[in-house]
């Protein structure tokens, strides 16, 4: 089964994204997306949108791209739409599946979780999706591929998927940031340092994206004994500064999810 007619309830940036993306790999046509939005907005060339959905429009999925505290006022103008969809697809943070069913009355639903390089197609999309069919997996499964990574996740983990890829170009921002900086207050031009720091992750990652090797084994291998490499991560790995770090970062991340997740449930 291929997903070829969608239909979108709010396009904001990230649904916007995956939009963009799906027409441009021509995964799915202009032509068959329609998108419901308060006001109207920016789109690809030939999508068709407007404040309410045609009277006999009918979609293969339609997809929740509004901010998880818009759903109710999505669920009271396109009610009929979302609980009448063969699938629903749901990019709402912290919304579960339980609740949008409940909500919704849609009898098939998939969370999806991309992250912000998905408009790029080098993005991760997280998915879980108990009560959607095999066909329905697959074929969402599919309609992500183009996105990026897609991996499927049980729900009671999706907080933490969501923690690691979803947030996770930010924190990878973040390093970037303090790597340009740290070289900056060594003493090269700023904007040097930041050249410099950029091509060094987007290298690194791509080496080790195509490694046999696990990442700890390629920062050894660099790393000779005795060498300024080694004195680096000797301060990285004392009493596992960095990796404690970035755990914290990921739990505070995950346990604000679950929050949210509490909040969308009242």
């Known amino acids: 089964m291929t997903l070829r007619t969608i239909g979108l309830v709010g396009c904001g940036a990230m649904a916007g994204a995956m939009l963009a993306r799906w027409i441009a790999t021509e995964t799915i046509a202009a032509r068959d997306v329609f998108v419901v939005n308060t006001a109207d907005r920016a789109l690809p060339d030939g999508v068709a ?50 609740d949008l069913i409940a909500a919704t009355g849609a009898g098939s639903v998939v969370r999806a979780m991309p992250n912000l390089p998905v408009a790029i197609g080098r993005g991760v999309v997280s998915l879980c999706g108990a009560s959607a069919t095999a066909d329905h997996r697959s074929s969402v499964t599919l309609l992500m591929a183009p996105l990026g990574l897609v991996e499927w996740v049980d729900e009671p983990l999706f907080d933490v998927a969501t923690a690691l890829a979803g947030s996770g170009p930010a924190f990878v921002y973040r390093f970037i940031d303090a790597l340009s900086a ?3 207050a060594l003493g090269l031009d700023p904007a040097q340092a930041l050249r410099m720091a950029l091509a060094t992750v987007v290298g690194a990652a791509r080496l080790a994206e195509d490694a046999r090797e696990q990442p700890g084994v390629l920062a050894d291998r660099v790393a000779s004994k005795g060498g300024s490499t080694r004195a ?35």
């Open 49 to 98: 949108q407007g404040r309410a959905f045609p009277a006999d429009a009918q979609f293969d999925a339609v997809m929740i791209g509004v901010k998880p505290q818009q759903l109710g006022e999505a669920i009271a103008a396109h009610g009929d739409m979302l609980a009448a969809a063969p699938l629903l697809l749901s990019i709402l943070a912290g919304t579960r599946e339980a």
């Open 182 to 184: 740290g070289g900056a």
């Open 232 to 266: 680096g991560l000797d301060v990285l790995d004392e009493d596992a500064a960095l990796a404690r770090l970035v755990e914290e970062t990921l739990a505070a991340a995950e346990r604000r999810n679950r929050e949210l997740a509490a909040l969308n449930t009242r």
